[in-house]
């Protein structure tokens, strides 16, 4: 069992950033991969970034490439996302996730937070 935690949200202008984290129970954080989704009002939740166990290997949407960045420290339990250049398409609920392999499709993952309000005003 993974429980997960988010923070970090907020409000932030056009081509500001910020950084979310999710912090995760039990001793077995590194055996899952991780991943950040995101859900705008009226859409489907949408993959955003994925980490493999050893952080070796990552996966972003097209959208966010270049601008997201997914990291993890296995030490503290700890996954982080952080977003630069932020436009308002960005808005959205995001959503850490734990699963058992690096995968870009929801049902992949097992375990969920309960998710973290970002806006991003023009």
């Known amino acids: 069992q993974v429980q997960l935690v988010e923070s970090g949200g907020g409000s932030v202008q056009a081509e500001g950033s910020l950084r979310l984290s999710c912090a995760a129970s039990g001793r077995t954080f590194g055996a899952y991969a991780m991943g950040w989704f995101r859900q705008a009002p009226g859409k489907e939740r949408q993959f955003v970034a994925a980490i493999s166990q050893s952080a070796r290997n990552t996966r972003y949407v097209d959208s966010v490439q270049g601008r997201f960045t997914i990291s993890r420290d296995n030490a503290n339990n700890r996954v982080y996302l952080q ?9 959205a609920v995001y959503y850490c996730a734990a699963g058992l392999a690096l995968r870009s499709t929801d049902h992949e993952y097992v375990y969920w937070g309960q998710g973290t309000q970002v806006t991003v005003s023009s």
Do not use: I
Not at 83 to 91: I, Q, V
């Open 83 to 91: 977003m630069n250049s932020l436009k308002p398409e960005d808005t």
